[in-house]
Structures are given as structure tokens and as C-alpha cells.
């Protein structure tokens, strides 16, 4: 397990203040806001830990404000439901005295069922394609420290990566993504890595048709929902192909689906994220500061 990896099992295991009150802490860098993923996975893992059967099968959110990333979050569950195949959980991290972010989640024990799926996109294997770091390198020479330093979860873009200029501009991505090292053979903690790392590049998806950045200061794009629905059970440390697309941006507002795939061709989890995709007129910022 690299040293991120084993940081982010750390985050994920939550400081118990009260009967279905925990705690979670962040990781030391500069954000302005904390990352959506880091709050969705302490939250599931919050509600998983008041379950006493069955696994997580889906999970519904809302990003209510921006986080405070020197503040810790706490985590409140409510224990909405216990029946005999699913069970309900409430969870709303609060920073400051103020929810930032709410969660529904059910679990549940799988059972005999109707069997069909969509088939896995035909794709180079994640093993045929560079590291992030050796792509970024290659394509744009010198690296800032965000790309040298360890993370937790290991990309293989399929295609250009998203702020490449050459990059086709369709509303579609796909990458193989990986935790950097091998996990303990927990499966709540294993679905919270992939929630963790399931908000990394959804997004990417409802940008790549546009010439808009999110560090360019005409943009303001932010996580409104999260949405997950988890199959089977998954492995966040084996390659799992995430392909995702973006039927619609309007409104200020973008929508982007994503399915995570197995190397055995197995879907996993499937996705959908409403982002914030807010055009900022600089003239008009500039006045009303």
C-alpha cells in the first residue's frame, strides 16, 4: 500500500465522538474548499458503520456548501430504517454549526434475481497505457508538485487526457483507475474508495466539449448531487474501467453518468452527477468586490 493510499485508509477511519456521531479529519493541503469525494466516502463510511448486515446497494447526495478543509466534519446518522433485506441511513456532515452535504444510503443482502447487463466498451487494458505523471510529462513537459507527489488512487486516461488541447471534445471519458496498493478485505471500506474516488473525473466528462477550465476565472463549476448504485460487490484495488458521458449542460447546470467496469467485463457501480456550471462575467466580479 503506497503511504497516500494508506493516508486516505486513515481519513476513512473515523473518529467515534457519540452513539452515531463520528468525526472525520482532512489531509494536509492547500484547497479552498474540501473535495466532495473525501466528504461522500466519510459519509458512507459513517452510515456503514451503524449497519449490522447486508452491503452498501446505493447512495443518494447532496453538496449543500463548500467545506472547510482546516475544519473537521462531523458526521451524524440517523438510523431511519432497519428491515429484514434493507436497511436506511441518514447522514449530514456539519461544519461551523451548518449541514455541508447530506446522504441517504441503503444496504442491502444480495439475493436470487434476474441476471442482465450492458456490455464493457472495448478499450486498451490499463496496463498498456502510461501513468498520469509519464502522460503529463510527455505531452506538456515540466510538472507542477501536485503531479509528483503520491494519490491514492492510480489513472490511466484512455485517449487524451481532459486539458489537452488535442483532445477530441466529445462528452465522453474513460479511464482505468486502481487504488495505489492492496487493501484490507473489508467491502464497506472498499465501496468507499470507489466513492472516493468515483468524484475525481466525473466532471471531466461535462467539460470536454468546451474550451472552459476550471482555473481559468470565467468558470465556476462545482458537485450539486452525487449519485451511486453498487451491483456487486467491488474491489477498489483492482483496475476498473470508468466510462462516462454527459448527455446534457443547460441551465447552468451539467449532468454526467458514469459505470465503473471490472477487468472481467462485470459492471460494478453505476453513476449520475449533477454539476454547477456557471458562466462568471470577470467585468461584473470585479465591480461587486
Not at 456521531?21 to 484547497?31: F, I, L, N, S, V
Not at 449519485?227 to 458521458?245: G, I, K, N, P, S
Request: glycine letters at 6%; charged letters at 25%.
Amino acid at each position: 500500500m503506497s503511504d497516500a493510499l494508506q493516508f486516505l485508509v486513515k481519513l476513512l477511519d473515523l473518529e467515534t465522538i457519540e452513539v452515531n456521531t463520528y468525526r472525520g479529519e482532512h489531509p494536509e493541503e492547500e484547497r479552498q474548499r474540501t473535495f466532495g469525494g473525501q466528504v461522500a466516502a466519510q459519509a458512507l463510511m459513517a452510515a456503514g458503520r451503524t449497519v449490522a448486515q447486508g452491503r452498501v446497494h446505493s447512495l443518494h447526495s447532496y453538496f449543500l456548501r463548500p467545506g472547510d478543509p482546516r475544519t473537521p466534519i462531523l458526521y451524524e446518522v440517523d438510523r431511519i430504517r432497519d428491515g429484514r433485506s434493507f436497511t436506511t441511513r441518514r447522514v449530514v456532515a456539519i461544519q461551523h454549526g451548518r449541514a455541508i452535504y447530506n446522504m441517504q444510503a441503503s444496504f442491502h443482502t444480495d439475493e436470487l434475481s434476474i441476471e442482465h447487463q450492458v456490455e464493457m466498451p472495448d478499450v486498451p487494458g490499463p496496463e498498456t497505457i502510461p501513468t498520469l505523471l509519464e502522460r503529463v510529462q510527455t505531452e506538456f513537459g515540466n510538472v507542477d508538485e501536485w503531479y509528483n507527489r503520491q494519490h491514492p488512487i492510480d489513472q490511466r486516461f484512455i485517449g487524451e487526457v481532459p486539458w489537452s488541447p488535442k483532445r477530441d471534445k466529445e462528452p465522453r471519458q474513460r479511464i482505468w483507475i486502481r487504488a495505489d496498493g492492496t487493501l484490507p478485505a473489508d467491502p464497506l471500506l472498499h465501496a468507499c474508495v470507489v466513492t472516493y474516488a468515483s468524484d475525481m473525473s466525473l466532471f471531466d466528462a461535462i467539460l470536454a466539449p468546451h474550451s472552459i477550465r476550471w482555473d481559468n476565472g470565467s468558470f465556476m463549476g462545482a458537485s450539486l448531487d452525487h449519485c451511486m448504485w453498487f451491483h456487486r460487490e467491488v474491489r477498489a484495488d483492482e483496475w476498473l474501467l470508468y466510462d462516462t458521458d454527459s448527455p446534457i449542460a443547460h441551465g447552468g447546470r451539467g449532468l454526467a453518468r458514469g459505470f465503473l467496469f471490472n477487468q472481467a467485463g462485470q459492471l460494478m457501480v453505476s453513476m449520475v452527477q449533477e454539476g454547477l456550471t456557471r458562466i462568471v462575467d470577470p467585468a461584473k466580479e470585479r465591480r461587486s468586490s
